[in-house]
């Protein structure tokens, strides 16, 4: 499985800014696949998931939405109401057969290389 992450860049804080990954070589509906983040300085922490339905994480909850495009094999992630501490590189993965514990990055089976988010104050 190959994902490719696109679409960060720079935001100030209270803006909008839509992630999509491109995945190849799995059929996406069978799967969760999802993002995570890692702050400068942080580990990687869970994001959002979703297959036939969604996982967030409680700090984005109410302002970013997963969805998915099977057809275009296409992941997206629309972050509203941006804050600086979601400043970050933001990964698509691929969670593979795993379909529990999804906030352990040591679930996720495939990695993206990553798409920089900067909000600024």
């Known amino acids: 499985v190959q994902l490719q992450a696109s679409g960060g860049g720079l935001v100030q804080a209270g803006g909008s800014l839509r992630l999509s990954c491109a995945a190849s070589?799995?059929?996406?509906?069978?799967?969760?696949m999802g993002w995570f983040r890692q702050a400068p300085g942080k580990g990687r922490e869970f994001v959002a998931a979703i297959q036939l339905t969604t996982w967030y994480a409680d700090f984005v909850k109410g302002r970013f939405t997963v969805s998915r495009d099977n057809a275009k094999n296409t992941l997206s992630l629309q972050m509203n109401s941006l804050k600086p501490e979601d400043t970050a590189v933001y990964y698509c993965v691929h969670y593979g057969t795993t379909s529990t514990m999804l906030h352990l990055s040591g679930n996720v089976r495939y990695w993206g290389q990553g798409t920089l988010v900067t909000v600024s104050t």
């Open positions: 070589g799995d059929t996406l509906n069978s799967h969760i």
